[in-house]
């Protein structure tokens, strides 16, 4: 089991929060992001941003992910948010429309639609390994459930998988799966 202290977590999510934000405005420049991670409204639907998108005149919520274990090739698609209050993870409850995963070290961010992701992995997802992890908040803890689920699987079966990768100068290249 991985541990993990509240700030190194928050300081992966603002990372990939970051990541997320670049890669959106290159793709849709004349977009509009909404933050909305703190408003409660959205918390508890799993919405991290609000993306205007002038196209199609439309509103898509995003769910960003951070992970700063991109070597190891797999997604950790949280199941159990807090095991011991028995919540569940965000990728069963959330309603965005997309999750933008961002491999934070790698400067890679994942737009992986959410609803054709959940419809592929339920029905497989005994297949799939699970791992734990433990973030320390103060004094106490709380352990995170997720699913390890290779990545060139995800990207290979699930329509609208998209990997993009940031250069140096900002600009972001479309990624081959392998």
């Given at each position: ?11 992966t ?21 909404h ?45 159990i ?11 069963l ?13 790698e ?14 992995f ?7 390994p ?40 900002g ?8």
């Amino acid at each position: 089991m991985r541990a993990y202290t509240m700030q190194a977590v928050r300081s992966t999510a603002d990372q990939a929060v970051a990541l997320a934000r670049e890669l959106m405005t290159f793709l849709e420049g004349r977009g509009r992001i909404h933050d909305v991670q703190d408003d409660p409204r959205f918390q508890h639907r799993g919405v991290d941003l609000l993306w205007e998108v002038p196209e199609g005149d439309r509103v898509l919520g995003v769910e960003v992910k951070g992970d700063r274990h991109g070597r190891r090739g797999n997604y950790f698609l949280e199941l159990i948010s807090n095991v011991e209050k028995d919540t569940p993870g965000c990728f069963l409850y959330s309603t965005a429309d997309f999750v933008l995963y961002a491999f934070v070290r790698e400067r890679e961010v994942h737009q992986l639609p959410l609803p054709a992701l959940r419809e592929w992995f339920l029905p497989q997802a005994r297949r799939f390994p699970t791992a734990q992890a433990r973030t320390r908040t103060g004094t106490a803890h709380y352990t995170t459930v997720g699913a390890l689920v290779p990545v060139r699987d995800v990207q290979r079966s699930v329509t609208g998988a998209v990997r993009w990768k940031r250069r140096d100068e900002g600009a972001w290249d479309k990624k081959a799966v392998r």
